[in-house]
């Protein structure tokens, strides 16, 4: 009886109590959305490296728990069979959309990182040395990125690969009228830490500094899944 009207006693002092005293209440995540830009970032008549996008991936959207996925089985031999549900987090998704202007000449590359410098982080070169077409767009432009965790068949933290980096980016062309598409993943080491903040980077560069040579990202969004 006491333990009651002790409980009934707090919970009326806290319905009482100011709202600057009330803990904040985390926001609502929407979709599986965990973070939303609409700030534009250019790169334009320059030869310089430059970072369309990064930010640090809390190890808990991506670490696996240190236990064995329920009847998981990977063979080696003939393929893997996965039975039952696996214990591993769920694909983080980066999307960027922009657009793509050309000058006289120049050729474009873009890179994907996970992980920054550390020991065995992920490294794609999405867009190596393309050369598009002279004097083209504005060009809807668009990048897709997957960080996938590689489930494990015991509670061991060794793996194939920890994680998969998979990037694809489309280029709309006027000639020919089908978009051009490049696809590329890279991977973690099995040693590779998951349970630390890592940082994830998207970095664009020109072959020459064109006063032509455009590149416009209108916005972004880091979402839970695929």
């Avoid at 970032?41 to 959207?61: H, R």
């Amino acid at each position: 009886m006491r333990r009651f009207l002790a409980l009934t006693l707090a919970l009326v002092l806290m319905t009482l109590a100011p709202a600057s005293a009330q803990p904040p209440i985390a926001p609502i995540v929407a979709n599986g959305v965990i973070v939303s830009t609409t700030a534009s970032i250019g790169v334009v008549n320059t030869i310089q490296a430059q970072t369309l996008w990064a930010g640090l991936i809390p190890p808990g959207l991506l670490a696996t728990p240190p236990a064995a996925n329920v009847a998981a089985v990977i063979s080696g031999v003939g393929g893997g069979q996965i039975q039952g549900f696996t214990t591993g987090p769920a694909p983080l998704h980066l999307s960027l959309t922009g657009s793509v202007q050309t000058g006289s000449s120049g050729t474009m590359q873009l890179g994907v990182n996970y992980g920054g410098g550390a020991s065995g982080s992920a490294t794609v070169s999405l867009i190596n040395g393309f050369s598009p077409a002279a004097s083209a767009g504005p060009a809807p432009f668009r990048v897709d990125c997957w960080l996938i965790p590689v489930a494990t068949a015991s509670a061991t933290a060794a793996a194939p690969q920890s994680l998969v980096l998979s990037c694809r980016a489309e280029l709309v062309s006027a000639t020919p009228t089908q978009p051009n598409i490049f696809n590329a993943n890279g991977f973690t080491s099995t040693t590779f830490n998951l349970a630390s903040p890592n940082v994830m980077n998207v970095t664009w560069q020109w072959g020459a500094a064109g006063a032509g040579n455009e590149i416009k990202i209108y916005g972004s969004t880091l979402t839970i899944g695929y």
